[in-house]
């Protein structure tokens, strides 16, 4: 039993990994991962900062993600690259002007914080709160978020009780 043991533990051990752990980043050329190899991360505020050759002080955009930063992040280089969906954030908006006039832009993405979604415990939505703290805070000259968005509503909380109901009735 000793042996079984110890051989399990060495694989264990063995299988450690040297690279990046698939569950933080799921890049697959890990140098271009957008948030440093932990693309997977959930439930976050994130700022996008935008720069240009003639404006190195920059743009900021700030946004939530309930899922993984990946996702958000790939429906926004969507939102860059097809026009389609060039109206879809203030952000985008953005892009589409700086490409308009034949720019070239740099956007260097972090991760502000993390906060909960809705649940019916805490009965309030940190993630959306959070969110609209960070955008009053922020410089008014270089922040592209509208003051409009600060009144739109959470999306989370509908979201938990539809995921809730669908459960029960399964
Ligand atoms: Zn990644
Ligand atoms: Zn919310």
Known sequence: M??????HN?????????????????????EECPLNNNCLTTSVIYNAHVTTN??????DYIGLTEGT???????????FRNQ????????????????????DYDIQWTIITSAKAYNNISK????????KLHIMKGNKDSL??????????????????LMNNRTLSN
């Open 124 to 131: 309030r939505c940190d993630l959306c709160l959070t969110e």
């Open 54 to 59: 003639e404006d190195a002080t920059g743009k």
């Open 84 to 103: 389609k969906y060039a109206n879809s954030t203030e952000l985008s908006k953005y892009i589409w002007e700086l490409k308009d006039k034949n720019k």
């Open 10 to 30: 060495k694989k264990v051990t063995n299988e450690s990994p040297t690279t990046t752990p698939d569950n933080t980043c799921n890049c697959r050329k890990k």
């Open 2 to 7: 000793e042996t079984i043991i110890s051989k």
């Open 144 to 161: 592209l978020n509208k003051r409009s968005e600060m009144i739109s509503k959470c999306r989370h909380e509908n979201k938990f009780y």
């Open 69 to 79: 930063f990946k996702k958000r992040f790939t429906q926004h280089k969507q939102s």
